[in-house]
């Protein structure tokens, strides 16, 4: 290619993004600088995180700049190089952007991948990426559950979820999802395994009172849970909050019902953390970077047993970022949402 296609943040969201807040534009292709090379992205990763990065606010990763192209994990191919450690045609994953050439340099979360261990490329976003990984240290490292202990499991038809709920199986829990909708309920149980689906919305599509949602939980964990995998906030959490068991863990992993929320939800039952003496934990994958060739080999070992699946839901082109993004947010994704940029060199 001799332009490089960029997908800009043009201004902030207020609320929920509109294509207005976003801009395709065609720039040159990069140089590689001295000691850096030039990604050719292949996929990129699309989650609700790169909302919260929209904003001008406080958060553990700077604000993304106006005017550059939306942050993004991508995995792709070195396309030029004056690095000495990466080559052309290495496989490279790294913090880039949506865009179909990021100049990167060695370090920080760049790092080599061999893809003749997948089916796909894209599994570095899914299963062997940060997204598996969330679910693998989020529930090994954090919340460490005990065989025949319950795990409750909220956003449990996501990409984090299922595989949070998954791994639940695999470690010895009875495990309870809540999603939206009657065909998400289902795949928690014929796909994934789980041991009970909660819908968080009624027949009529509407979503369920705190007290009609915390009653479902009730009849389904009467001993409460002991450990919450927290991907939804706002009346979900609070729900979840009223049914802690004695000591819970809570891993606080992701709020998507406040990111498009200009004047944020919030959680009204963050008494029954004390009555309970349980632990919330805030959690960023982040600091297990160093160990993702670790976590990666044990999920794709219990995916070649066939006792973990991931689903992936692979939208295509560049163009299509805004739309392929909104399926965050509108309940369409069925499973790891990733964007294909090209095929490769």
Known sequence: MTVNRRFLLARRPHGTPVPQDFSLVEQPVPEAPEGGFVVRNCYASLDPAQRGWMDDAPSYMPPIPLGDPVRATTVGVVAASKSPDFAVGDWVLGMNGLEDYSVNVAGGFTMKVDVSQVDSPSRFLSAMGAVGLTAYFGL???????????????????????????????????????AGGPAKCRRLIE????????DYKTAEGRAKSVAELAAEIRAA??????VVFENVGGDV???????LAKYARIVLCGMISEYNSPEKIGV??????????????????????PRFAEGGAVMAGWMAEGRLRIDEDVQEGLENAYDAFMRLFTGANTGKLVLKIADGL
Do not use: H
């Open 140 to 178: 090994t490292e954090v919340a460490r559950p005990k065989a025949g202990e319950t795990l409750l499991v909220s956003g449990a038809a996501g990409a984090v979820g299922s595989a949070v709920g998954q791994i639940g199986k695999i470690m010895g829990c009875r495990v309870i999802g809540i």
């Open 191 to 198: 796909d994934y395994g789980f041991d009970v689906a909660i």
């Open 221 to 226: 964990a009467p001993n409460g849970a002991d």
């Open 237 to 243: 959490m609070d729900a979840e909050l009223l049914n």
């Open 268 to 289: 009204r039952n963050l008494w029954q953390v004390l009555a309970q003496q349980a632990t919330l934990y805030g959690y960023l994958v982040m600091d297990y970077v």
